[in-house]
């Protein structure tokens, strides 16, 4: 079982206490990781026992024997990101606990900072050699999202990276790809015959993916102010979302292969058209300016330009503060040549994936009406992923952290691929006009029914 230092850069933050901390105390208690420690660092004065004291409440049903041991083994630094000495100290730290709780050495370093920290980490990290791996002893960085603020914010971080660490120490966080029905979309398209041949543009019409969210920003104002939705949750999260809906079948279904084709469907992505929007009220949030063009809501266009998606559109809708919490993606087939004398079909075959809430697939069919010769009705044939018993879907972070440890990557972003994000949303930025205001807890502004009839398009909502 492994034996791990878990460092976690910018422990005060919100990530680690809401679903880092929560993660290491899952893998203990699961009987994932064995022998561990656990040092946080950050730049305010604290004790970790506070810090602690604030995660626990993110976690359900506490063991107590289970967080004796984690706060046992757990430690707190004060810690400035661009000081070396901070780095030697820390080092002096990890030797001693090491030794201390007779750990390996194998060193986990999760930047829970944001992106404006990388560089310099990255830089003091290597600088220093906290993390060199020596022999067996391996060290993995951790970047959490967002990883930049635009494409040469990113290469920059990228090419800092690349200069120091190999790219198989780094893990770059989506943590969408660690959800159960984001994992599902390739086993679902795969394993199954009945969907690949017909996972195309002679027989897909479009493609509707959804990330709607009831919450609004949470304290997060003055963070969200300058990244918006396109920057938030498109650049990553969806076109992620879209990728491995798009890509071609890999040669099998793991790390590299996998990443291969997503990169390739991300390379040729092409903006057609964009609706933004910003919820009434959202100037007057706290570390919000007061004349912020920020959007909060976006509908989008795009098309793959490659042969098997010819002609497909893919849509894209997501917004703050939105009528429903709803995370899907909805794959509209072509219409069949209707043969009934009477009532064809109003709508075509539907197959939708709920990445949350209410995990699963379905697949929508025609049914005849019961007792009607000629009339038929849609089938929901429906999977439901909670509805299997005894079945404890992990958290994202559970997944991600475990793969990590593990040294596997497949669940985490490249560094081409984050740059074809980028390139995405300089496209989609490029066509940045109007904001239209929406009212919160509705269904996104009203101009959206322009762009639906625009483009012929019915958004699932
Ligand atoms: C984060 C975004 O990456 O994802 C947030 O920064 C968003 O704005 C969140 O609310 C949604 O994640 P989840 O797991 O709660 O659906």
């Given at each position: 079982m492994p034996e791990i230092t878990f460092i976690i850069l910018g422990v005060t933050g919100d990530l680690a206490k809401r679903k880092i901390i929560p993660a290491i105390y899952k893998l203990i208690e699961e009987n994932k990781i064995e022998k561990f420690a656990l040092v946080g660092a950050a730049r305010r004065e604290l004790e970790m026992k506070e810090i602690l004291k604030e995660a626990r409440e993110f976690i359900k049903d506490v063991k107590e024997n289970i967080w004796q041991r984690l706060e046992n083994n757990a430690y707190y630094q004060q810690f400035d990101f661009y000081d070396c000495q901070h780095y030697r100290k820390l080092g002096k730290i990890l030797r001693n606990l090491e030794s201390k709780h007779q750990l390996p050495g194998h060193r986990l370093f999760y930047l829970a900072t944001l992106p404006d920290h990388f560089n310099a980490i990255t830089l003091n990290l290597a600088k220093t050699g906290i993390a060199k791996e020596q022999g067996k002893k391996w060290s993995r960085l951790v970047y959490e999202k967002p990883f930049g603020h635009d494409l040469p914010s990113a290469r920059k971080i990228n090419r800092g990276i690349a200069r120091v660490f190999n790219e198989n120490q780094v893990y770059r966080i989506?943590?969408?790809?660690?959800?159960e029905l984001v994992g599902n979309i390739a086993i679902l398209r795969f394993t199954n015959r009945v969907l690949e041949p017909l996972w195309d543009s002679s027989n897909i019409q479009s493609v509707q993916i959804h990330f709607r969210e009831k919450i609004g920003l949470e304290g997060r104002g003055n963070f969200y102010d300058k990244y918006g939705a396109l920057k938030d949750v498109v650049q990553n999260h969806m076109l992620q979302m879209l990728a491995l809906t798009a890509m071609e079948a890999p040669q099998k279904l793991t790390g590299k292969f996998i990443r291969d084709e997503k990169a390739k469907v991300l390379k040729v992505i092409k903006v057609k058209d964009l609706l933004l929007g910003q919820y009434s009220g959202y100037q007057k949030e706290k570390d919000v300016d007061s004349n912020s063009s920020t959007e909060t809501f976006a509908a989008v266009k795009l098309s793959i330009n490659n042969k098997r998606w010819k002609n497909v559109p893919f849509y894209l809708i997501t917004g703050k503060n939105l009528d429903k919490k709803e995370v899907k993606i909805d794959i509209k087939f072509k219409s069949v040549h209707?043969?009934?004398?009477?009532?064809?079909?109003?709508d075509t075959n539907y197959l939708t994936i709920r990445?949350?809430?209410?995990?699963g697939f379905s697949l929508e069919l025609f049914a005849k009406v019961p007792g009607k010769a000629n009339a038929v009705m849609p089938a929901k044939m429906n999977y439901c992923h909670e509805c299997i018993r005894d079945l404890r879907s992990p958290e994202a972070y559970e997944i991600l952290l475990e793969d990590v440890i593990k040294g596997d990557q497949s669940l985490f972003v490249r560094s081409d691929e984050i740059e074809y994000q980028w390139k995405v949303i300089k496209q989609i930025l490029r066509k940045k006009n109007q904001i239209y205001e929406y009212n919160i807890g509705s269904a996104g502004p009203q101009e959206l029914s322009l762009f639906e009839k625009k483009h012929h398009l019915r958004w699932r909502l």
């Open positions: 989506d943590h969408y790809l660690g959800k209707c043969l009934l004398s009477a009532s064809c079909p109003s990445v949350q809430p209410d995990e």
